[in-house]
Structures are given as C-alpha cells and as structure tokens.
C-alpha cells in the first residue's frame, strides 16, 4: 500500500526509540522505501546496525559525513523525501525545530523539507506537561506539522501519565494519511459493516464463522483515506480501526441490524462486507448449559436479513 513511497525516519535520543525498529519492520511490510537518520543521543538507545538492518539502508548520523555522500546530505535527503516521521521526538528535538534550530543533520532536514513533517512525541509526564514543550509542540502544529499526539500510559521512568509514545498503528495511519490521503469522497457519510456475527446459546457458547473483518476494515480504511466521513460497524475481531473512522463493535447479528438502522438514514454509500450468521439458536439460557441439558441437535431461527428490500432501496437510489 505505501509501495515506493519515500520515508525518512529520524530517531532521536528517547527510551521509545526500540519501538520506532517495529515501526520500521511494518512500514517495510507495506513497502514503503525507508531510510533513517538518527541523532547522536538516539545512538545510545538503538543502535545504527539495528536500523540499517531492518531499513535495508544506510543511517547517517553526521551531516559532515563525506564517506556518506558527496552531495549536499541534508538537501538531497529533503528532497528525497516523501515525508519525514520523526519517532520518537524528543522534547529537545521537538523545541529545536520550532525554534529553526539546524544544527545536527535531522534538525537540518526538518527545516530544509518541504514535505510533510510527523512528530511522534515521547517523555516523562512532567516534560510533557512543561508550557516550554507545549508551547513548541504547538508553535510547530501552527506551522502544519503534524502530530501523532502521546498517550496516557505506564512511562519509562516507572511512573503513569501523558508522555507515553502512541501506539505503532496509530503512528502508521498518520503516515498513510499524509502520503496517500485525498479529498475524493469528502462530504460523503460512508457504512461499512465488517467481519462475523456471534450467536450465543448460553454465556459461555456461540455459533460463529471464520469471518476476520479483514476486507471491511480495509474497505473503510481506504474510504477514510479518501476523505469520507465513515462508519464501520463490525462483529468481534482482533483488528484496529484506522484512526478518525467512527467504530460501533457488536456481537450479535440482531445487535448488527439495529446498528445498521440506527446509522443508515444518514448514509450516502452502503458497503455491506459483514459475515452476519444467517441462523442464530431459539432459545439462549441465561445460565451455562450442563453438557446433559443438551439436546442431539440445536434449535435455529433465521436473523434478521440486514440487507432486505427497505436497505437495499436505500442503496439503489443513494446520491452517489
Ligand atoms: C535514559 C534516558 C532516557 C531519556 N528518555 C527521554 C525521552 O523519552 N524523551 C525525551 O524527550 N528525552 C529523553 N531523554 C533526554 C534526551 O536524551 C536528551 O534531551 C537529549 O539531549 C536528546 O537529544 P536529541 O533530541 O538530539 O536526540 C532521556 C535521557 C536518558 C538518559
């Protein structure tokens, strides 16, 4: 998906550094073409070896560095660049660029760019809430770089608060969005119903499928990706909605029709991708059932038919 799309990732000195070599290892599942830069500090957390290895590229570090190149390195790596993921950033990384400061090679490159800049802040929870750091971060977001904003979590230092580094799905969502986000379906409210339905017989069983969700979640991924308003309603499953869509998990396929009814009045286009069970058991008993209360066979009933005539109207005469 992120075939020869050019990522420059600049690591800097912040103990969330290892996680950036997982970040690296997916983009590179995605195919995208990754080279790194990283700061003299960020050599004591992760080594070059360790990033050159997985990039499949050298990692400057010197912009002195003849042996590297003999162009220009900071230039040539700007232009290079489709866009410049700085994960993590640190604090002073982060009040160096917003100050204009160039004075190692990734700082340089910073401002030398002129394509899009994603910062992936990481740092103690008091750094993080310090008005100098915030007053960077956001003196930077006026200047349209863009932020994958830390989370709420355990921190290094042993102690729980802000500063923690987002997670690694949420770092490769706002790389798609900046290198292959568009406006196409913008103004467009987009349905997506997504992976099985579960249908219990008791708190502990359930009839199913192998539905993963795999294609839904794709489907409104790349409608995400073209600017539309989505909403994915899906069955259970192990996978993470891109960021920005508008997600209602449910379990059964009754709790499916009446998700899909609730939202579908608003809607402009319908994507229908769900495994909904076609049969769920009569009864359910609100207690778990003793292997001898088993009858030989289950009795089923027809779920409800998500897509009937009144759905599918709606779908025929859609504005779009
Ligand atoms: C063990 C250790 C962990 C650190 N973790 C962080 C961190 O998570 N975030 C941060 O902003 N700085 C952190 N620092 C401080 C930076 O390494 C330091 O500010 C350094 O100058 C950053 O340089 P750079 O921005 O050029 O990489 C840490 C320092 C040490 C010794």
């Known amino acids: ?9 600049g690591v800097t000195g912040g103990i969330a550094a290892y996680k950036t070599c997982e970040i690296i290892r997916e983009l590179k599942r995605n195919h995208a073409d990754v080279r790194v830069v990283i700061t003299e500090a960020g ?6 070896l360790t990033l050159a290895t997985l990039s499949e590229n050298p990692v400057l570090t010197d912009m002195f560095d ?4 003999n162009t220009t390195i900071h230039i040539e790596f700007a232009r290079w660049a489709d866009v410049i993921l700085i994960c993590p950033a640190t604090a002073n990384t982060i009040a160096r660029i917003a100050n204009g400061f160039a004075d190692n090679l990734l700082t340089t490159l910073a401002l030398a760019t002129t394509s899009p800049v994603i910062l992936c802040p990481a740092m103690n929870k008091e ?4 008005p100098m750091y ?4 956001e003196r930077l977001k006026q200047a349209g770089h863009i932020f994958v904003e830390s989370e709420v979590g355990e921190l290094a230092c042993g102690e729980y608060g802000w500063g923690r580094l987002a997670d690694a799905p949420h770092i490769i969502n706002a790389v798609k969005r900046a290198l292959l986000g568009t406006k196409e379906l913008a103004g467009k ?11 219990p017989l008791d708190p502990v069983r359930f009839i199913t499928n192998y539905s993963s969700g795999k294609m839904g979640f794709a489907v409104a991924e790349a409608a995400a990706l073209r600017g539309a308003e989505v909403t994915l309603i899906s069955g259970p499953n192990d996978l993470t909605p891109f960021d920005g869509i508008n997600y209602i998990e449910i379990q059964t396929s009754d709790q499916m029709a009446a998700a899909v009814e609730r939202v579908l009045p608003d809607q402009d286009i319908v994507v229908m991708a769900a495994a909904v069970a076609d049969f769920k058991p009569v009864a359910y008993s609100a207690q778990k059932l003793k292997k001898k209360k088993f009858a030989a066979s ?8 998500i897509l009937k005539k009144s759905f ?9």
Do not use: W
């Open 1 to 9: 998906m992120l075939s020869s799309k050019k990522i420059l990732i």
């Open 43 to 48: 050599t004591k957390f992760v080594t070059p």
């Open 66 to 69: 003849k042996a590297a190149s």
């Open 127 to 130: 750094m993080y809430q310090n």
């Open 134 to 137: 915030q007053r960077n971060a």
């Open 189 to 199: 409210k987009m349905l997506i119903t997504a992976g099985r339905t579960e249908e």
């Open 298 to 305: 289950i009795e089923l009933e027809r779920t409800k038919d």
């Open 312 to 320: 599918v109207i709606k779908i025929l005469t859609s504005s779009f």
